[in-house]
């Protein structure tokens, strides 16, 4: 994003929502969009809710489909700055698609009991699964931050020492 000049106001906007671009990339608009892409699916969620509320599988399709459309999206334009952000949240989308087709299966009304167990402990454990790369990604991400802090603390007793 170019901005030709900036004045105290546009200072001021900035930071007051600096917390919505952390880590997106600010070369594109990416960031915006994937914001506004963020906004626009809660509300069709919830429109869906209400207006779709007896067709269980059209609210499902629709998730979906959008669900499909923001990883796409995720995918192609990679809004975060680091490649880790971008591939975290293409995963998640990802397992999110997979637990929606496990929910296809709870709208049929066919399946026998222990048909619908399977499916139930198959969705734990993709769930599971998430929970547990994302905490790994989290505390790597951790990790490498404190030791970036500690190196840069490190250097800078060392710019001390050596102008003193």
């Given amino acids: 994003m170019e901005f030709v000049e900036e004045t105290g106001r546009d200072m001021?906007?900035?930071?007051?929502?600096?917390?919505?671009?952390?880590?997106m990339r600010a070369d594109s608009y990416s960031g915006a969009i994937f914001h506004c892409l963020y906004v626009v699916r809660r509300a069709v969620f919830v429109?869906?809710?209400?207006f779709v509320r007896t067709f269980g599988v059209g609210q499902l399709i629709l998730f979906e489909v959008i669900s499909l459309v923001n990883l796409c999206f995720v995918s192609s334009e990679m809004p975060y700055q680091e490649r880790r952000q971008n591939f975290m949240e293409a995963y998640n989308e990802g397992v999110t698609l997979v637990i929606a087709l496990h929910f296809y299966y709870f709208?049929?009304?066919d399946l026998k009991p222990e048909e619908l167990n399977t499916i139930g402990w198959s969705v734990i454990v993709f769930l599971a699964l998430n929970l547990i790369v994302n905490m790994a990604c989290v505390l790597d991400s951790?990790?490498?931050?404190?030791r970036r802090k500690r190196a840069m603390r490190r250097?800078?007793?060392?710019?001390?020492?050596?102008?003193?």
């Fill in 142 to 146: 951790v990790v490498k931050d404190l």
């Fill in 107 to 109: 709208t049929r009304t």
């Fill in 12 to 23: 001021f906007w900035r930071r007051a929502f600096s917390i919505f671009h952390d880590g």
């Fill in 155 to 164: 250097a800078l007793k060392q710019k001390k020492k050596s102008t003193m």
């Fill in 47 to 50: 429109l869906a809710v209400f």
